[in-house]
């Protein structure tokens, strides 16, 4: 059983309810506890000019198959969810899921790569992940999230938008 971080984000429609069913879906094939961090309203990052505000948070299940396996599974999740393949870059979306890690995997592949490799320059992921593994160390790194969390440059995010 392995532990797998996932961020999740939506910036389409009703962007919590969004995220509600992207976390029930990865909990139905959680093999363990789910851990589920605040939800944090955060601007654009690299989106078209005009793109809503997303939400964001993280969640950690416990995964028995292959990172290949359950990205698989998500972008189906995705799919199911609304999602679109987008023409744009960073367009817009209803549920973006992203494997962050797993376990103490390292994966490098053309349609994977763990931990996620800008995992460290992304408060809107670090923050929340912060919030449920703040001392998580992820393979190839040498900092916790929080110390990751720490060193951005970017002013902190407000505290949690709400809770889910």
């Known amino acids: ?65 292959t990172p290949e396996e359950l990205l698989k599974t998500t972008q189906a999740f995705q799919h199911q969810l609304g999602r679109t393949d987008a023409v744009e870059r960073n367009a817009p979306r209803v549920i973006d899921i992203d494997l962050l890690y797993s376990g103490g995997e390292i994966v490098s592949t053309e349609v994977l790569e763990l931990p996620h490799p800008r995992i460290a320059l992304r408060q809107f992921v670090l923050r929340p992940l912060a919030d449920i593994s703040p001392d998580l160390v992820l393979p190839g790194h040498t900092l916790t999230i929080a110390e990751h969390l720490e060193n951005l440059a970017e002013p902190a995010l407000p505290v949690a938008a709400r809770e889910w």
């Open 1 to 65: 059983m392995t532990r797998t971080g996932i961020a999740l984000g939506s910036n389409l429609g009703d962007r919590l309810e969004n995220l509600r069913r992207a976390k029930e879906l990865l909990a139905s094939i959680s093999t363990g506890p789910v851990l589920a961090a605040p939800v944090y309203l955060t601007e654009p990052v690299n989106c078209p000019p005009g793109s809503p505000d997303f939400l964001n948070t993280v969640v950690e299940i416990s995964h028995e198959g």
